[in-house]
Protein backbone atom coordinates (compact mmCIF):
# COMPACT_ATOMS: atom_id res chain seq x y z
CA UNK A 1 0.00 0.00 0.00
CA UNK A 2 1.17 3.74 -0.35
CA UNK A 3 1.23 5.20 2.56
CA UNK A 4 1.91 8.67 4.01
CA UNK A 5 3.00 9.03 7.44
CA UNK A 6 2.46 12.60 9.61
CA UNK A 7 4.15 13.52 11.76
CA UNK A 8 6.95 10.28 10.87
CA UNK A 9 9.87 12.62 12.63
CA UNK A 10 8.47 11.70 16.05
CA UNK A 11 8.82 9.10 18.52
CA UNK A 12 5.64 6.84 16.94
CA UNK A 13 5.97 8.19 13.58
CA UNK A 14 9.47 7.71 12.93
CA UNK A 15 9.11 3.39 14.01
CA UNK A 16 5.90 3.34 12.66
CA UNK A 17 7.52 4.35 9.43
CA UNK A 18 10.16 1.96 9.40
CA UNK A 19 7.99 -0.59 10.58
CA UNK A 20 5.77 -0.03 7.67
CA UNK A 21 8.62 0.20 5.12
CA UNK A 22 9.58 -3.21 6.65
CA UNK A 23 6.59 -4.52 5.54
CA UNK A 24 6.21 -3.51 1.79
CA UNK A 25 4.50 -0.28 1.93
CA UNK A 26 5.47 2.22 0.33
CA UNK A 27 5.86 4.88 2.65
CA UNK A 28 6.20 9.09 2.75
CA UNK A 29 7.28 10.75 5.79
CA UNK A 30 5.31 14.12 5.97
CA UNK A 31 6.44 16.51 9.12
CA UNK A 32 7.36 19.86 9.70
CA UNK A 33 10.57 19.27 12.04
CA UNK A 34 8.37 21.38 14.98
CA UNK A 35 9.23 18.99 17.22
CA UNK A 36 13.07 19.39 16.99
CA UNK A 37 12.35 23.26 17.40
CA UNK A 38 10.40 22.33 20.31
CA UNK A 39 13.35 20.77 22.25
CA UNK A 40 15.23 24.35 21.15
CA UNK A 41 13.23 26.54 22.89
CA UNK A 42 12.93 24.05 25.95
CA UNK A 43 16.71 23.75 25.99
CA UNK A 44 15.97 19.69 25.93
CA UNK A 45 17.64 16.81 23.58
CA UNK A 46 16.40 13.26 23.19
CA UNK A 47 18.55 10.98 25.89
CA UNK A 48 19.39 9.26 22.37
CA UNK A 49 21.07 11.17 19.86
CA UNK A 50 19.01 11.42 16.93
CA UNK A 51 20.15 11.99 13.57
CA UNK A 52 18.95 14.19 11.31
CA UNK A 53 16.05 13.34 8.98
CA UNK A 54 17.76 12.98 5.83
CA UNK A 55 20.69 10.93 8.13
CA UNK A 56 18.10 8.41 8.76
CA UNK A 57 16.91 7.98 5.27
CA UNK A 58 20.05 7.56 4.24
CA UNK A 59 20.64 5.16 6.59
CA UNK A 60 17.64 2.95 6.42
CA UNK A 61 17.59 2.77 2.24
CA UNK A 62 21.55 1.67 2.87
CA UNK A 63 20.62 -0.96 5.47
CA UNK A 64 17.28 -2.26 3.56
CA UNK A 65 17.49 -0.83 0.04
CA UNK A 66 14.09 0.42 0.77
CA UNK A 67 13.69 4.37 0.07
CA UNK A 68 10.94 6.57 2.22
CA UNK A 69 10.10 9.85 0.93
CA UNK A 70 10.17 12.80 3.09
CA UNK A 71 8.36 16.47 2.37
CA UNK A 72 9.00 18.72 5.10
CA UNK A 73 5.22 20.60 5.11
CA UNK A 74 3.42 22.19 7.76
CA UNK A 75 0.01 20.34 7.69
CA UNK A 76 -1.66 22.64 9.95
CA UNK A 77 -0.78 25.72 7.74
CA UNK A 78 0.12 24.92 4.23
CA UNK A 79 -3.80 23.25 3.06
CA UNK A 80 -3.12 24.42 -0.60
CA UNK A 81 0.39 21.72 -0.28
CA UNK A 82 -1.11 18.78 1.85
CA UNK A 83 -3.98 18.93 -1.03
CA UNK A 84 -1.66 19.07 -4.56
CA UNK A 85 0.42 16.14 -2.40
CA UNK A 86 -2.51 14.12 -1.46
CA UNK A 87 -3.33 14.31 -5.25
CA UNK A 88 0.43 13.67 -6.51
CA UNK A 89 0.81 10.74 -4.08
CA UNK A 90 -2.35 9.41 -3.91
CA UNK A 91 -1.74 6.81 -0.79
CA UNK A 92 -4.18 4.40 -0.14
CA UNK A 93 -3.97 5.44 3.70
CA UNK A 94 -2.58 8.56 5.84
CA UNK A 95 -1.43 8.12 8.81
CA UNK A 96 -1.77 10.92 11.41
CA UNK A 97 0.56 11.38 14.10
CA UNK A 98 1.32 15.66 13.20
CA UNK A 99 -0.13 16.84 16.46
CA UNK A 100 1.16 19.18 19.52
CA UNK A 101 1.53 16.09 22.44
CA UNK A 102 2.40 17.03 25.65
CA UNK A 103 0.12 17.74 28.25
CA UNK A 104 2.18 19.52 30.49
CA UNK A 105 3.25 21.58 27.22
CA UNK A 106 -0.10 22.08 26.39
CA UNK A 107 -0.58 23.81 29.79
CA UNK A 108 2.23 25.85 30.11
CA UNK A 109 0.87 28.85 29.19
CA UNK A 110 -2.17 30.82 27.21
CA UNK A 111 -0.08 30.70 24.65
CA UNK A 112 1.16 27.21 24.85
CA UNK A 113 -2.68 26.52 24.69
CA UNK A 114 -3.06 28.31 22.05
CA UNK A 115 -0.24 27.03 19.69
CA UNK A 116 -1.66 22.97 20.81
CA UNK A 117 -5.04 24.16 19.61
CA UNK A 118 -4.22 25.71 16.71
CA UNK A 119 -2.17 23.14 15.83
CA UNK A 120 -3.91 19.81 16.62
CA UNK A 121 -7.56 21.08 15.49
CA UNK A 122 -6.19 22.51 12.13
CA UNK A 123 -3.76 19.78 11.30
CA UNK A 124 -6.99 17.49 11.90
CA UNK A 125 -9.18 19.52 10.04
CA UNK A 126 -7.25 20.57 6.58
CA UNK A 127 -6.00 16.75 6.58
CA UNK A 128 -10.04 15.83 6.39
CA UNK A 129 -10.46 18.68 4.70
CA UNK A 130 -7.92 18.11 2.02
CA UNK A 131 -8.82 13.68 2.20
CA UNK A 132 -12.27 15.20 1.10
CA UNK A 133 -11.41 17.74 -1.58
CA UNK A 134 -9.19 15.10 -3.73
CA UNK A 135 -11.98 12.64 -3.45
CA UNK A 136 -10.06 9.52 -3.65
CA UNK A 137 -11.10 6.75 -0.88
CA UNK A 138 -8.09 7.17 1.44
CA UNK A 139 -8.21 5.44 5.05
CA UNK A 140 -7.35 8.18 7.48
CA UNK A 141 -5.68 6.52 10.65
CA UNK A 142 -5.60 8.70 13.80
CA UNK A 143 -3.20 8.46 16.50
CA UNK A 144 -5.89 9.63 19.41
CA UNK A 145 -5.66 8.60 23.10
CA UNK A 146 -7.45 7.00 25.91
CA UNK A 147 -7.14 10.19 27.87
CA UNK A 148 -10.34 11.66 25.98
CA UNK A 149 -12.47 9.29 28.37
CA UNK A 150 -10.98 10.55 31.21
CA UNK A 151 -9.96 8.76 34.46
CA UNK A 152 -13.37 9.01 36.85
CA UNK A 153 -13.24 5.32 38.48
CA UNK A 154 -16.44 3.77 36.79
CA UNK A 155 -17.32 0.29 36.98
CA UNK A 156 -17.19 -0.27 33.64
CA UNK A 157 -14.83 -1.65 31.56
CA UNK A 158 -13.81 0.97 29.00
CA UNK A 159 -15.41 0.48 25.65
CA UNK A 160 -13.99 1.41 22.28
CA UNK A 161 -15.05 4.75 21.91
CA UNK A 162 -18.41 4.28 21.69
CA UNK A 163 -21.06 3.32 24.85
CA UNK A 164 -24.44 2.10 24.33
CA UNK A 165 -27.21 4.01 26.37
CA UNK A 166 -31.01 3.16 27.25
CA UNK A 167 -33.43 6.05 27.32
CA UNK A 168 -37.02 6.31 27.38
CA UNK A 169 -39.07 8.29 24.53
CA UNK A 170 -41.98 10.40 24.99
CA UNK A 171 -44.02 7.53 25.04
CA UNK A 172 -42.16 5.65 27.70
CA UNK A 173 -41.06 3.31 25.70
CA UNK A 174 -37.11 2.54 26.02
CA UNK A 175 -34.77 2.61 22.98
CA UNK A 176 -31.21 2.31 22.57
CA UNK A 177 -27.98 4.63 20.96
CA UNK A 178 -24.60 4.02 20.58
CA UNK A 179 -23.43 7.50 21.61
CA UNK A 180 -19.45 8.78 21.23
CA UNK A 181 -18.35 8.15 24.83
CA UNK A 182 -18.59 11.41 27.09
CA UNK A 183 -15.26 12.83 26.91
CA UNK A 184 -13.37 14.44 30.20
CA UNK A 185 -9.94 15.91 29.14
CA UNK A 186 -8.00 16.14 31.68
CA UNK A 187 -5.70 18.94 29.51
CA UNK A 188 -5.82 21.17 26.89
CA UNK A 189 -3.62 18.69 25.07
CA UNK A 190 -6.36 15.81 25.62
CA UNK A 191 -8.90 18.52 24.60
CA UNK A 192 -7.83 18.67 21.26
CA UNK A 193 -7.97 15.08 21.14
CA UNK A 194 -11.48 14.94 22.39
CA UNK A 195 -12.55 17.62 19.55
CA UNK A 196 -10.77 15.80 16.61
CA UNK A 197 -13.43 12.90 17.62
CA UNK A 198 -16.28 15.29 16.34
CA UNK A 199 -14.73 16.37 13.56
CA UNK A 200 -13.75 12.73 12.53
CA UNK A 201 -17.40 11.75 13.30
CA UNK A 202 -18.63 14.71 10.79
CA UNK A 203 -16.72 13.95 8.12
CA UNK A 204 -17.29 10.19 8.32
CA UNK A 205 -20.97 10.64 8.40
CA UNK A 206 -21.14 13.64 6.34
CA UNK A 207 -18.56 12.50 3.14
CA UNK A 208 -18.17 8.96 3.89
CA UNK A 209 -14.03 9.42 4.84
CA UNK A 210 -12.94 6.07 6.14
CA UNK A 211 -11.36 7.02 9.56
CA UNK A 212 -9.85 4.49 12.29
CA UNK A 213 -9.03 6.33 15.68
CA UNK A 214 -6.68 4.53 17.75
CA UNK A 215 -7.18 5.99 21.13
CA UNK A 216 -3.75 4.77 22.96
CA UNK A 217 -2.46 4.38 26.11
CA UNK A 218 1.25 6.11 27.31
CA UNK A 219 4.02 4.38 25.13
CA UNK A 220 7.01 3.17 27.19
CA UNK A 221 9.89 2.01 25.80
CA UNK A 222 11.83 3.63 22.83
CA UNK A 223 13.66 0.85 20.25
CA UNK A 224 11.78 -1.08 17.81
CA UNK A 225 13.32 -4.37 15.63
CA UNK A 226 13.66 -1.71 12.57
CA UNK A 227 15.22 1.56 14.48
CA UNK A 228 17.69 -0.97 16.21
CA UNK A 229 19.09 -1.69 12.82
CA UNK A 230 21.77 0.88 12.93
CA UNK A 231 22.71 3.28 15.38
CA UNK A 232 21.41 6.42 12.76
CA UNK A 233 17.96 4.74 13.22
CA UNK A 234 17.90 5.78 16.77
CA UNK A 235 14.28 6.72 17.95
CA UNK A 236 14.14 9.97 20.27
CA UNK A 237 13.58 8.99 23.93
CA UNK A 238 11.99 12.12 25.74
CA UNK A 239 12.69 12.23 30.12
CA UNK A 240 12.26 15.49 30.75
CA UNK A 241 9.36 17.07 32.66
CA UNK A 242 7.09 18.01 29.06
CA UNK A 243 7.66 15.04 26.86
CA UNK A 244 8.88 12.55 29.22
CA UNK A 245 6.06 9.80 29.32
CA UNK A 246 6.22 8.84 33.19
CA UNK A 247 7.60 5.11 32.86
CA UNK A 248 10.56 6.24 30.10
CA UNK A 249 11.39 9.21 32.83
CA UNK A 250 11.51 6.76 35.99
CA UNK A 251 13.52 4.73 33.89
CA UNK A 252 16.14 7.65 33.39
CA UNK A 253 16.03 8.86 36.75
CA UNK A 254 17.05 5.51 38.21
CA UNK A 255 19.64 5.57 35.91
CA UNK A 256 21.11 9.24 36.72
CA UNK A 257 20.23 8.08 40.70
CA UNK A 258 17.42 10.77 40.93
CA UNK A 259 14.41 9.68 43.59
CA UNK A 260 11.62 8.79 41.01
CA UNK A 261 9.17 11.82 40.79
CA UNK A 262 5.70 10.16 41.65
CA UNK A 263 3.35 12.63 41.36
CA UNK A 264 0.76 12.95 44.46
CA UNK A 265 0.23 9.04 46.00
CA UNK A 266 1.05 7.67 42.59
CA UNK A 267 -2.31 5.97 42.78
CA UNK A 268 -3.23 7.31 39.28
CA UNK A 269 -3.87 4.24 37.04
CA UNK A 270 -3.22 4.63 33.92
CA UNK A 271 -2.79 2.41 30.01
CA UNK A 272 0.29 1.43 29.04
CA UNK A 273 1.99 -0.10 25.32
CA UNK A 274 5.28 -0.33 24.51
CA UNK A 275 6.46 1.15 21.13
CA UNK A 276 7.18 -2.19 19.80
CA UNK A 277 3.33 -2.85 19.96
CA UNK A 278 2.27 0.39 19.25
CA UNK A 279 3.91 0.41 15.51
CA UNK A 280 2.79 -3.06 15.18
CA UNK A 281 -1.01 -1.77 16.28
CA UNK A 282 -0.43 1.02 13.58
CA UNK A 283 0.48 -1.29 10.58
CA UNK A 284 -2.66 -3.32 11.51
CA UNK A 285 -5.15 -0.87 11.35
CA UNK A 286 -3.68 0.24 8.09
CA UNK A 287 -3.63 -2.52 6.52
CA UNK A 288 -7.28 -3.98 7.70
CA UNK A 289 -9.38 -1.03 6.01
CA UNK A 290 -11.71 0.18 8.65
CA UNK A 291 -14.82 0.14 6.32
CA UNK A 292 -17.44 0.94 8.71
CA UNK A 293 -20.20 2.91 6.66
CA UNK A 294 -20.53 6.60 8.13
CA UNK A 295 -19.02 5.63 11.19
CA UNK A 296 -15.33 5.69 12.89
CA UNK A 297 -13.55 2.79 13.80
CA UNK A 298 -12.37 3.46 17.15
CA UNK A 299 -9.55 0.99 18.51
CA UNK A 300 -8.27 0.96 22.05
CA UNK A 301 -4.53 0.88 21.52
CA UNK A 302 -3.12 -0.53 24.62
CA UNK A 303 -2.11 -3.97 26.07
CA UNK A 304 -2.26 -3.15 30.46
CA UNK A 305 -2.98 -0.50 33.11
CA UNK A 306 -0.76 -0.02 36.03
CA UNK A 307 -1.32 2.37 38.69
CA UNK A 308 1.46 4.79 38.86
CA UNK A 309 3.14 3.61 42.01
CA UNK A 310 3.55 0.21 41.38
CA UNK A 311 5.25 1.34 38.54
CA UNK A 312 7.84 3.38 40.80
CA UNK A 313 8.14 0.09 43.11
CA UNK A 314 9.16 -2.14 40.11
CA UNK A 315 11.63 0.24 38.91
CA UNK A 316 12.53 0.37 42.64
CA UNK A 317 13.07 -3.35 43.01
CA UNK A 318 15.14 -3.35 39.73
CA UNK A 319 17.63 -0.84 40.76
CA UNK A 320 17.32 0.35 43.98
CA UNK A 321 15.82 4.03 43.39
CA UNK A 322 14.76 6.00 45.66
CA UNK A 323 11.24 7.36 45.23
CA UNK A 324 9.48 10.80 46.05
CA UNK A 325 6.07 11.73 46.16
CA UNK A 326 6.39 15.05 44.86
CA UNK A 327 3.29 18.03 44.90
CA UNK A 328 0.92 16.68 41.86
CA UNK A 329 1.30 19.62 39.30
CA UNK A 330 -1.52 18.70 37.83
CA UNK A 331 -5.41 18.54 38.50
CA UNK A 332 -6.51 15.06 38.23
CA UNK A 333 -7.66 12.93 40.57
CA UNK A 334 -5.00 11.19 43.34
CA UNK A 335 -6.42 7.69 42.53
CA UNK A 336 -8.52 5.75 40.00
CA UNK A 337 -9.79 2.29 38.98
CA UNK A 338 -9.33 1.51 35.24
CA UNK A 339 -10.06 -1.14 32.56
CA UNK A 340 -10.04 -1.28 29.49
CA UNK A 341 -11.44 -3.39 26.19
CA UNK A 342 -8.90 -4.01 23.74
CA UNK A 343 -11.02 -6.47 21.45
CA UNK A 344 -10.52 -5.30 18.01
CA UNK A 345 -6.36 -4.98 18.08
CA UNK A 346 -6.34 -8.39 19.40
CA UNK A 347 -8.99 -9.79 16.99
CA UNK A 348 -6.32 -8.45 14.36
CA UNK A 349 -3.70 -10.63 15.97
CA UNK A 350 -1.54 -7.98 17.99
CA UNK A 351 0.07 -10.12 20.55
CA UNK A 352 1.23 -8.16 23.57
CA UNK A 353 4.43 -7.37 24.43
CA UNK A 354 3.68 -6.93 28.58
CA UNK A 355 5.80 -5.01 30.76
CA UNK A 356 8.64 -7.60 32.21
CA UNK A 357 11.96 -7.19 34.49
CA UNK A 358 13.90 -8.16 31.61
CA UNK A 359 12.51 -5.24 29.91
CA UNK A 360 12.93 -2.88 32.29
CA UNK A 361 16.27 -4.00 32.47
CA UNK A 362 17.12 -3.12 28.90
CA UNK A 363 15.30 -0.13 29.18
CA UNK A 364 17.80 1.26 32.33
CA UNK A 365 20.74 -0.25 30.21
CA UNK A 366 20.18 2.34 27.13
CA UNK A 367 19.53 4.85 29.77
CA UNK A 368 23.13 3.92 31.05
CA UNK A 369 24.77 4.18 27.50
CA UNK A 370 23.51 7.64 27.16
CA UNK A 371 23.59 8.55 31.12
CA UNK A 372 26.66 11.87 29.76
CA UNK A 373 23.64 13.33 27.91
CA UNK A 374 21.09 13.56 30.58
CA UNK A 375 20.25 17.15 32.02
CA UNK A 376 19.02 16.27 35.60
CA UNK A 377 18.09 20.36 35.45
CA UNK A 378 15.29 19.42 32.95
CA UNK A 379 13.68 16.41 35.14
CA UNK A 380 11.41 17.93 37.20
CA UNK A 381 8.12 19.15 36.04
CA UNK A 382 7.29 22.54 36.03
CA UNK A 383 4.61 22.91 34.12
CA UNK A 384 1.67 23.39 37.18
CA UNK A 385 -2.61 23.11 36.09
CA UNK A 386 -3.96 22.69 39.62
CA UNK A 387 -3.47 26.34 40.95
CA UNK A 388 -7.37 26.31 41.20
CA UNK A 389 -7.85 23.67 43.07
CA UNK A 390 -4.94 24.50 45.00
CA UNK A 391 -6.10 28.39 46.10
CA UNK A 392 -9.89 26.97 46.60
CA UNK A 393 -8.43 24.15 49.23
CA UNK A 394 -6.81 27.19 50.80
CA UNK A 395 -9.63 29.21 51.13
CA UNK A 396 -11.40 26.32 52.39
CA UNK A 397 -8.96 25.86 54.99
P1 LIG B 1 6.21 13.58 18.88
O1 LIG B 1 6.12 14.97 19.38
O2 LIG B 1 7.46 12.80 19.15
O3 LIG B 1 5.96 13.54 17.29
C1 LIG B 1 5.01 14.34 16.64
C2 LIG B 1 5.58 14.69 15.27
O4 LIG B 1 4.61 15.47 14.55
C3 LIG B 1 6.85 15.54 15.37
O5 LIG B 1 7.85 15.02 14.54
C4 LIG B 1 6.40 16.93 14.91
O6 LIG B 1 7.43 17.67 14.27
C5 LIG B 1 5.24 16.59 13.97
N1 LIG B 1 4.22 17.66 13.85
C6 LIG B 1 3.53 18.27 14.85
N2 LIG B 1 2.70 19.19 14.33
C7 LIG B 1 2.86 19.13 12.98
C8 LIG B 1 2.25 19.85 11.90
N3 LIG B 1 1.35 20.80 12.10
N4 LIG B 1 2.63 19.53 10.63
C9 LIG B 1 3.57 18.56 10.41
N5 LIG B 1 4.19 17.88 11.40
C10 LIG B 1 3.82 18.17 12.67
O7 LIG B 1 4.95 12.80 19.46
P2 LIG B 1 4.67 11.22 19.52
O8 LIG B 1 4.94 10.75 20.89
O9 LIG B 1 5.30 10.55 18.37
O10 LIG B 1 3.10 11.21 19.33
C11 LIG B 1 2.53 11.09 18.02
C12 LIG B 1 1.01 11.00 18.14
O11 LIG B 1 0.67 9.87 18.95
C13 LIG B 1 0.41 12.24 18.80
O12 LIG B 1 -0.73 12.66 18.08
C14 LIG B 1 0.03 11.76 20.17
O13 LIG B 1 -1.11 12.41 20.61
C15 LIG B 1 -0.21 10.27 19.99
N6 LIG B 1 0.07 9.51 21.22
C16 LIG B 1 1.35 9.49 21.76
C17 LIG B 1 1.55 8.77 22.95
C18 LIG B 1 2.90 8.71 23.62
O14 LIG B 1 2.99 8.16 24.74
N7 LIG B 1 3.97 9.24 23.01
C19 LIG B 1 0.48 8.10 23.56
C20 LIG B 1 -0.79 8.16 22.99
C21 LIG B 1 -0.98 8.87 21.81
N1 LIG C 1 3.40 11.17 36.33
C1 LIG C 1 4.11 10.98 37.49
N2 LIG C 1 5.42 11.34 37.49
C2 LIG C 1 6.05 11.84 36.39
C3 LIG C 1 5.32 12.00 35.20
C4 LIG C 1 3.98 11.66 35.20
O1 LIG C 1 3.59 10.52 38.52
O2 LIG C 1 7.24 12.14 36.48
C5 LIG C 1 1.96 10.80 36.29
C6 LIG C 1 1.04 11.90 35.78
O3 LIG C 1 0.67 12.79 36.83
C7 LIG C 1 -0.11 11.07 35.21
C8 LIG C 1 0.57 9.80 34.70
O4 LIG C 1 1.83 9.73 35.37
O5 LIG C 1 -0.98 10.71 36.23
C9 LIG C 1 0.80 9.77 33.21
O6 LIG C 1 1.55 10.91 32.80
P1 LIG C 1 2.36 10.89 31.41
O7 LIG C 1 3.10 12.19 31.30
O8 LIG C 1 3.14 9.64 31.31
O9 LIG C 1 1.19 10.76 30.34
P2 LIG C 1 0.14 11.81 29.77
O10 LIG C 1 0.39 13.18 30.22
O11 LIG C 1 -1.22 11.26 30.00
O12 LIG C 1 0.45 11.82 28.21
C10 LIG C 1 1.06 10.74 27.50
C11 LIG C 1 1.45 11.28 26.12
C12 LIG C 1 0.19 11.70 25.38
C13 LIG C 1 -0.78 10.54 25.32
C14 LIG C 1 -1.08 10.01 26.70
C15 LIG C 1 -1.90 8.73 26.66
O13 LIG C 1 2.35 12.38 26.26
O14 LIG C 1 0.54 12.12 24.07
O15 LIG C 1 -1.97 10.94 24.71
O16 LIG C 1 0.15 9.66 27.36
S1 LIG C 1 -3.08 8.66 27.97
O17 LIG C 1 -2.39 8.92 29.23
O18 LIG C 1 -3.63 7.33 27.93
O19 LIG C 1 -4.04 9.68 27.72
Keep these: MRVMVLGGDGFCGWPSALHLSAHGHEVTIVDSLVRRRIDEELGVRSLTPIASTTERLRAWREVTGEGIGFVELDVARDYERLVGLLADLRPDAVVHFAEQRSAPFSMKSPRHKRYTVDNNINATHNLLAAMTEVGRDTHLVHLGTMGVYGYDSIPLDLPEGYLTVNYPDRHGDVHSAEVLY?????????LTKSLDQLLFQFYAQNDGVRVTDLHQGIVWGTQTEETARDPRLVNRFDYDGDYGTVLNRFVVEAAVGHPLTVHGTGGQTRAFISIRDSVRCVRLAVESG????????????????????????????????GIDLVDNPRAEADQNELQVRNDQLLGLGLEPTLLSTALLKDAVEVAHKHIDRVDPARIPCTSYWNRRRRSVSAVAA
Design 290 to 321: GRVSGRVRVMNQMTEVHRVIDLARMIQAETGA
Design 182 to 190: PTRPGSVYH
